[in-house]
């Protein structure tokens, strides 16, 4: 049984072990741009120096590029043994969808293709940051925070959505020890950390820490309770309230006289810097008299966020409170003996400062001419720089639109024009002059353009132009016609009367008493329902006031429903 039991364990872990090495690290090819399923992980770009390359990536001189670097290992990690390099895709958020087109366009003159090339070559193994060169030209047509708005995606499947989180300093995610965080929360969420956790996991205020030295009892222990903000996203231009709550959970106390120093410190992230990297924000002090073995004392500092060139909209930033602390650095054992020493310092107290709003996009106004105005038609273009499509042109007569002048026209410029300076033409607009001013009086045209995004009309340029048009006449009456038979002749030849299948002659007098005809009319011959024959008349012999006789000879008798008439014609 044993042996069996050895097999079946060693077969397992071989499927283990071949699964949990089936992970793909060689990208086929660029980076491609997709939309963002908010459904899916993803990781902000942060901005550096570029990796040592041989694709020109210029890392020192006066012409010195920048890289943006992308932490993957979040997606292997949720992916487990099904991770893909291919499916890893870039997007832009808010700004960075700007930032991403100008780097895009720039890639597509330099390699024809709007796919970003990794500065990492194809073969991503053992590597949890892949860079993308960004150049002179898209630096200095996008701010660093729009670059940092463009981030990596991963649209494959994921085997878990739980990763632990970092612990006391920890920088490598493979040695995270923190709690497991549900990754599944970074959907919807635009601000999220490298290590899959949204803000909203990370912000909040500081707590007391674990002691990590050898105890020495008998002598007090100040240790922060808590660490509170007034408010955790705040704006760049607010001020907020920093709240230390100190505690003596020692076996003694110090002289009720002896002050005993604390101090509030600002860094970057949610984990705080390195202590070199302080920036100390406020500092009080507290008597002995208020921190006797067991009690807790507050103190309260203000932080104007304007104050501190590190702080930027949208960035993530942490305050943590000190007490019995009166060197930023190398503070040793502080000012008096403790049970513990490296206790005095709070937990995080994370806030996250808002984005900036964006502003608004510029509107330039259209631009045009009036090129003509005459009794027939007003000409002329106009264009609006926002965009590529035509727009409309309002007409005004004797006055200016909203004082006393009257619209006569509303129309679309889109006539196509060969004249005009842009690569798309169809701006032109000829637009018929109005029945109601053409009256013998003088009459000033004023022209619009009417703006694409609702702003301000402008008046075209040549704008007012003068016209006088006499009335235009009524059209000519319709033609009138009247012909009319004067007479009409029929004669049987060599007999007093008619048999069928025998020859007759006829003849008959056309009259006009109305106007010319416009062309020839044709005179037909029937004897009782039966059509004989037919001729045409020339319109220039039948004018008005006019006769015209024909005779037709020798009609042979027609025959009714194929037979010879039976009645003699006479």
């Keep these: 049984m044993k042996k069996i039991v050895i097999i079946v364990l060693t077969f397992l872990l071989c499927v283990f072990y071949s699964s949990a090495y089936s992970a793909n690290w060689v990208r086929n090819g660029g980076i491609t741009e997709k939309g963002w399923n908010d459904s899916k992980p993803l990781v ?11 694709d020109n990536c210029n890392a020192g001189g006066d012409d010195m590029d920048q890289a943006l670097s992308f932490d993957i290992s979040i997606f292997s990690h949720l ?10 895709y870039v997007d832009g958020i808010a700004t960075g969808e700007y930032a991403l087109n100008v780097w895009q366009i720039n890639w597509i003159f330099k390699t024809g293709l709007s796919d970003l090339p990794p500065l990492n070559g194809s ?7 892949v860079s993308v060169c960004v150049g002179r030209t898209v630096q200095n047509l996008t701010f660093n925070n729009q670059l940092e708005s463009i981030v990596f995606w991963y649209d494959g499947s994921v085997q878990t959505t739980y990763h632990p989180t970092p612990q006391n300093g920890e920088d490598d995610s493979e040695d995270y020890s923190g709690p497991d965080v549900d990754t599944s929360t970074v959907s919807g969420s635009l601000l999220v950390s490298n290590t899959g956790q949204t803000l ?72 705080e810097d390195s202590h070199s990297e302080w920036i100390r924000v406020g500092r009080d002090y507290t008597k002995g008299s208020n921190l006797d073995p067991g009690e807790t004392h507050s103190e309260t500092e203000g932080l104007n966020l304007w104050d501190y060139s590190i702080i930027e909209p949208g960035k993530t930033y942490n305050i943590v409170y000190c007490i019995d602390r009166d060197k930023d650095k190398d503070n040793g054992d502080g000012d008096y003996p403790e049970i513990h020493k490296s206790n005095n310092c709070s937990s995080e107290a994370v806030f996250t400062v808002q984005a900036a709003t964006p502003p608004p996009p510029v509107n330039h106004q259209p631009v045009g001419y009036i090129d003509s105005a005459n009794c027939s038609n007003i000409t002329g273009w106009t264009r609006d720089p926002d965009t590529t499509s035509s727009i409309r042109v309002h007409l005004y007569a004797n006055g200016e639109a909203g004082q006393g002048g009257t619209i ?14 842009f690569t798309d033409k169809n701006h032109g607009f000829s637009i018929s002059v109005p029945g109601s001013l053409k009256d ?20 075209l340029i040549h704008s007012p132009r003068g016209i006088t ?11 009138e016609y009247n012909l009319q038979l004067s007479s009409i002749g029929f004669s049987v030849q060599s007999r007093p009367k008619l048999w069928p299948g025998e020859a007759f002659d006829i003849s008959a007098t056309a009259y006009n008493l109305g106007d010319n005809l416009l062309s020839s009319v044709s005179l037909g011959y029937y004897l009782d329902d039966i059509f004989i024959t037919s001729h045409s008349i020339s319109a220039s012999s039948l004018t008005n006031g006019a006769y015209v006789s024909d005779t037709l000879i020798s009609i042979t008798a027609p025959t009714r429903k194929n037979k010879l008439l039976r009645n003699q014609c006479s």
């Excluded at 073969?123 to 940051?129: P, V």
Aim: glycine share 8%; charged share 20%; proline share 13%.
């Design 123 to 129: 073969d991503w193994s053992n590597r949890d940051i």
């Design 200 to 271: 909203a996991d990370v912000t909040g205020p500081g707590s007391d820490t674990p002691p990590t030295d050898t105890p020495t009892p008998g002598l007090p222990d100040f240790i922060i309770t808590k660490l509170e903000l007034s408010n955790y996203n705040p704006k760049k231009t607010d001020s907020i309230k920093m709240k230390g709550q100190s505690k003596n959970v020692g076996d003694d106390d110090v002289g009720s006289d002896d002050k005993i120093e604390s101090r509030f410190y600002l860094s970057k992230g949610y984990k």
């Design 408 to 421: 006569v026209a509303n129309e679309m410029a889109n006539a196509y024009r060969s004249d005009l300076p």
């Design 440 to 459: 013998n009086n003088f009459h000033n045209i004023y022209a619009y353009a009417i703006d694409s995004q609702g702003g301000a009309n402008p008046l």
């Design 79 to 88: 992916a487990g043994s099904s991770f893909d390099v291919n499916n890893i």
């Design 44 to 54: 902000f770009g942060f901005l550096g120096d570029p990796p040592a390359n041989n």
């Design 469 to 479: 048009c006499s009335p235009t006449p009524p059209p000519p009456p319709p033609p």
